[in-house]
């Protein structure tokens, strides 16, 4: 594999090992894509089977759900800006935007271990019924991908601290950011087929 490096464009695209490892993230989200796919269709298939469990409708709070979404799409928004600066050449810019979409995934997360607690607390488990063990594998999923998200984020903080703006380390945060815009993707499909379609049946 040539090692040439380009002089110009994006600094994550200017060795060819950067370029093939991008493609290669795609390659990996279209395998994540078949995941969430399928649970949404376990999902939909079981959507209404709440046995003796309480409705989506009894729990479901616009409030907190929309709090969610704000924070998690906002985050897409921050996580835009760092690699704005990170192409800028900018590693302050990078960290300080890094760090404000971390702190922003971390408040969505709390807030949704906050909601698991108290749909448990009001009996839907996931013992509960077929409908609420489909909720908390499709949006348990999506979480731990957030957490995973926000560990990954933090170990090339970590690493871009030490090393600097390279070639290698930018593209590792623009694979990151990739990442991040996927999940707000599956956010949306979240948000619009569970909870608002479940707030009104």
């Known amino acids: 594999?040539?090692?040439?490096?380009?002089?110009?464009?994006?600094?994550?695209?200017?060795?060819?090992?950067?370029?093939?490892?991008?493609?290669?993230f795609w390659i990996f989200l279209g395998a994540e894509i078949v995941l969430f796919s399928t649970l949404f269709a376990t999902y939909a298939v079981l959507f209404g089977r709440t046995d003796e469990a309480p409705l989506p409708?009894?729990?479901?709070?616009?409030?907190?759900?929309?709090?969610?979404?704000?924070?998690l799409l906002t985050s897409s928004f921050t996580c835009g800006i760092a690699i704005h600066e990170m192409r800028r050449?900018?590693?302050?810019?990078?960290?300080?935007?890094?760090?404000?979409?971390?702190?922003?995934?971390?408040g969505f997360i709390g807030l949704e271990i906050e909601e698991f607690i108290h749909y448990a607390h009001e009996g839907a488990t996931l013992q509960s019924s077929a409908y609420w063990s489909s909720f908390f594998v499709l949006a348990g999923t999506h979480g731990l991908?957030?957490?995973?998200?926000i560990g990954w984020a933090i170990l090339l903080l970590i690493q871009i601290a030490k090393r600097g703006l390279t070639p290698v380390t930018s593209r590792k945060f623009f694979i990151i950011s990739?990442?991040?815009?996927?999940?707000?993707?599956?956010?949306?499909?979240?948000?619009?087929?569970i909870y608002l379609i479940g707030m009104v049946v």
């Open 178 to 193: 990739l990442y991040w815009h996927f999940l707000d993707v599956v956010w949306i499909f979240l948000f619009t087929s």
């Open 145 to 149: 991908h957030v957490t995973l998200g």
């Open 89 to 106: 050449g900018s590693k302050k810019g990078l960290i300080t935007w890094m760090i404000v979409t971390l702190a922003l995934g971390l």
């Open 57 to 71: 409708s009894e729990l479901f709070e616009p409030g907190s759900v929309l709090i969610m979404t704000f924070l």
């Open 1 to 24: 594999m040539s090692s040439h490096e380009l002089k110009s464009g994006p600094l994550e695209y200017r060795i060819q090992q950067g370029q093939m490892n991008i493609l290669g």
